[in-house]
């Protein structure tokens, strides 16, 4: 892999940390514990599109 192809996982990947922390953030708040747990799924769900990329 070259260019884009193997910055796609890290940008991901840093995506996903984001989300995690930013969904962490919301539930443990309380301000929108929904918009918190839908962040929380889309970090699972990039972390599997990563795993399948590798693969």
């Not at 995506?15 to 929380?40: E, P």
Request: proline fraction near 2%; aromatic fraction near 4%; hydrophobic fraction near 65%.
């Amino acid at each position: 892999m070259s260019g884009i192809e193997s910055l796609a996982p890290a940008i991901a990947m840093l995506a996903a940390f984001a989300c995690l922390i930013g969904g962490g953030t919301m539930i443990v708040r309380r301000s929108d514990v929904r918009k918190g747990v839908l962040l929380i799924v889309m970090a699972v769900v990039l972390v599997g599109n990563v795993a399948i990329w590798t693969v």
